[in-house]
């Protein structure tokens, strides 16, 4: 396993269409390792291989210190509801905002043996669960921030009404 280096914003890479993963190998494995070992080392809640100048739809979330969530070729199966919330990334350091995301997702994702899995998630691993799959369509949650204050307010009288 190795930590590699964190890409940040401003790079070509961050903006592209990731590609699918077609073979599940042992290169596969220790990508994920590599991914594993690089966010938490940076303390990170989940990362994209994007991020480490790679790009393929891989991508892991763990917002509890425990479970890791390895998501390959992952889609969005359903969304809804909505939430809104502060975010970060470790790509655009020293930078955060206020971000609206689907309060519960359907996702569809291989794990590392090549297994489909349907995850149903909310809260706060919803939020983990979208801006890393944004990441792999090169989205960056700075697209998504919403600074305006009289928006804000609105935003979040509907979210605490759902
Ligand atoms: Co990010």
Known sequence: MAIREIVKIGDKILSLKAQDVS???DNLKNLLD???ETMLFAEGVG???PQIGISKRICIVCVDGETVYELINPVIVKGSGMQYNIEGCLSVPGRNGYVQRPKKLIVDAYNRDGEMIRYK???YLAIAFSHEIDHLEG?????KIIDDEEKIKKIKSKAENE
Do not use: C, R, Y
């Not at 989205?139 to 697209?143: A, E, G, K």
């Open 139 to 143: 989205i960056l949650f700075t697209q």
């Open 47 to 49: 990362i994209a291989a």
């Open 34 to 36: 590599d991914l594993k």
């Open 23 to 25: 073979e599940f190998d």
């Open 121 to 123: 998630v909310s809260e």
